[in-house]
């Protein structure tokens, strides 16, 4: 009787088998998947009562009948559970081939897309003057990065604004082409200090809606203008980008920054033991140290970056 118990859960087993590797073969189903294991158990279980109510009945027809039965209720079996083996994904969700990320470069470290899709661009040309010179500068921004910071939190936390990191691709290009054209990194910095005060001023509630919506650099850029702490914030970021020590500094209701400079006079405030040298970023012609006539003697506000 044992013997006899053994060879039926061998020839189950080997029916269990038998059919997982025809689900295999034929329907593409991983040998180490549930369906393929639910399909084993329903091999093994369907041929272990088949044999049992083989052995109850003694007419080859109704033998026949039970086995065609067996046959039926493992085929529906397999198709309930096959079906679900074509839904499983060929990599796990995270890794390169399941989630299509290109390493192509967009420009900007916010883009993550499952297909090649083109980047689209803002295109933005600047005039002003500089000394005897009237330059031309020409940028273009991937509209992903600009809708990135438009969808921040906008409060006025001013200096976060100018030390974003996500940033610092546009910046640099910037600065290097000033730089590549100027005949110092003085008259470099002087040169972007001129670019950023001849941007057009337009107040917040006019051009957003809000009472104050400080601007991150790339918005300002897109936009092509803003109000104080709009040009405060870009030029304190691109100052910073060429390794200067600035702040941003705020008479009553208004917004500047500050600069260390070793050969400049004017007007300056006393912050960490350093002078920090007033500088008007709204309007143009504004000098290092030259402050306008309503903010002088003012308590400010200084901001360290």
Not at 38 to 46: A, E, K, R, Y
Request: glycine fraction near 6%; charge should be negative; proline fraction near 6%.
């Amino acid at each position: 009787m044992y013997m006899g118990l053994g060879i039926d859960v061998v020839i189950c087993a080997t029916v269990g088998v038998f059919c997982t590797f025809i689900a295999h073969f034929c329907f593409g189903a991983p040998l180490d998947n549930s369906a393929a294991k639910g399909i084993f158990l329903l091999g093994f279980t369907g041929w272990a009562v088949f044999a049992y109510l083989l052995n109850k009945i003694e007419s080859g027809a109704s033998a026949l009948l039970i086995f065609c039965i067996f046959i039926l209720v493992l085929g529906l079996g397999c198709f309930f559970i096959l079906p679900s083996v074509s839904e499983i994904p060929d990599n796990i969700e995270g890794s390169p081939a399941s989630t299509g990320i290109k390493s192509a470069d967009t420009s900007d470290p916010k883009i993550s897309t499952t297909t090649a899709i083109p980047v689209e661009y803002y295109t933005r040309t600047y005039h002003w003057t500089y000394g005897r010179y009237n330059p031309t500068y020409t940028i273009r921004i991937p509209k992903p990065l600009y809708n990135y910071y438009r969808q921040q939190p906008h409060d006025r936390n001013y200096p976060k604004y100018a030390i974003s990191d996500d940033d610092r691709k546009v910046l640099d290009r910037i600065i290097t082409s000033f730089q590549e054209h100027s005949s110092s990194k003085t008259d470099a910095a002087y040169d972007v200090v001129a670019f950023v005060q001849s941007l057009p001023y337009f107040s917040d509630d006019i051009s957003t809606g809000y009472d104050e919506y400080p601007r991150y650099p790339i918005e300002t850029l897109v936009d092509n203008g803003g109000d104080c702490e709009d040009t405060a914030i870009l030029t304190a970021a691109l100052l910073k980008e060429m390794n200067y020590d600035v702040v941003m500094i705020s008479p009553p209701g208004h917004m500047a920054i500050g600069i260390t400079c070793s050969d400049c006079s004017g007007t300056f405030y006393t912050y960490n033991h350093k002078k920090y040298f007033y500088l008007e970023t709204t309007g143009n012609n504004w000098k290092v140290g030259q402050i306008p006539l309503k903010y002088e003697n003012s308590k400010v506000k200084v901001y360290p970056l």
